[in-house]
């Protein structure tokens, strides 16, 4: 892992576009290429890919603070919540398509995944658990790759063949990570014909995993008629690689930004977004899938009471 730091240390240009490009690198006066040499800032980092997406020779300042972060304590948390996830519900069942809801999913929009789960009985096993993504993050490596084998071998167990995910992060990470179809939601619902047009005027915000080749937008827009991308010049909801902790006036910085431009909602297609703009107290906050199927569910902040009782959701299952 530590080569990608002297990797990017002697390769860097220092051209300053991801600079330009990142609140956290301009607070402290860096580029890339000396962020590699700054251990010690680590978890400020968050992790939104602005610099890699701005970067002419591909460098990645998520990988850099990943690096960093593998020798760093702090994420006792992530590890114990994460590894594996202890409100994960699964079964035994075959099934050649799986709904893998993840863990953000579920603790913010507890009706719609039950609506999901309802509708799909029968059809398609589900799972909600964690990709691994937070536990990469957080440089818990080895953490990580047991959760990924153990991910693997239970896919491999229930015969899975497409893995549909509700989750941005996991719909990248598990394309990336994996040697298997993955669709997001939004594919499998086109396929059975059941998804909604929304006719509002909707204000989209980006999540950061799907800035760069924007896969999910597209597949969204044909039912967002009326949808407009706003919000360009935030980097993240400020939830991104746990930074907010160590960098709460920068995520304050990218709030007071989204609250300014708001003109009267504002549409996400990632849980945690949505949690990120309901704790900021941001009005009519609407996630687009659950709008698309008609369940309109508001975010819903208590995550650990929802995620305890999904837990053993259907748990009879066989």
């Known amino acids: 892992m530590k080569e990608y730091l002297n990797k990017v240390g002697d390769e860097c240009i220092h051209c300053s576009a991801c600079t330009k490009k990142c609140l956290f690198l301009t607070k402290y006066k860096m580029d890339l290429g000396e962020f590699a040499k700054r251990p010690e800032l680590a978890k400020s980092c968050f992790m939104c890919d602005s610099c890699l997406r701005a ?15 593998e020798d760093l304590s702090g994420y006792g948390a992530v590890k114990f919540m994460k590894s594996p996830y202890k409100f994960r519900n699964n079964s035994k069942i075959k099934t050649k398509d799986i709904l893998m809801f ?13 609506y999901l789960i309802d509708m799909f009985e029968g059809k398609m096993d589900f799972s909600i658990d964690c990709c691994g993504k937070p536990l990469e993050d957080s440089g818990l490596i080895s ?14 167990e229930k015969g899975v063949e497409r893995i549909v995910t509700m989750c941005p992060n996991c719909f990248y990470f598990f394309k990336e990570k994996l040697d298997m179809e993955v669709i997001s939601i939004y594919q ?23 800035k760069k080749s924007k896969e999910l937008l597209n597949q969204i827009k044909p039912y967002v008629p009326n949808g407009k991308v706003k919000f360009k010049n935030v980097m993240c909801c400020g ?14 910085e990218m709030m007071n930004t989204v609250k300014s431009e708001i003109n009267e909602n504002i549409y996400t297609y990632c849980a945690s977004c949505s949690a990120s703009f309901g704790k900021s107290k941001v009005k009519n906050v609407k996630h687009i899938l659950s709008e698309m199927l008609g369940v309109k ?22």
């Open 55 to 69: 970067c002419p020779i591909d460098l990645d300042g998520a990988k850099v603070a990943i690096n960093h972060r």
């Open 102 to 114: 993840g863990c953000a999913f579920p603790g913010h929009y507890p009706e719609t995944t039950k």
């Open 143 to 156: 953490d990580f790759e047991k959760n990924l084998e153990r991910l693997k071998e239970m896919y491999k």
């Open 188 to 210: 499998k619902l086109e396929e059975e014909n059941l998804l909604n047009v929304i006719e509002d005027e909707a204000e989209i915000f980006m999540p950061c995993p799907d």
């Open 239 to 252: 939830m991104g690689g746990g930074a907010k902790f160590k960098e709460p006036e920068l995520a304050k």
């Open 297 to 318: 569910e508001k975010v819903d902040l208590g995550y650990f009471k929802n995620s305890l009782k999904l837990k053993y959701y259907k748990r009879n299952r066989k």
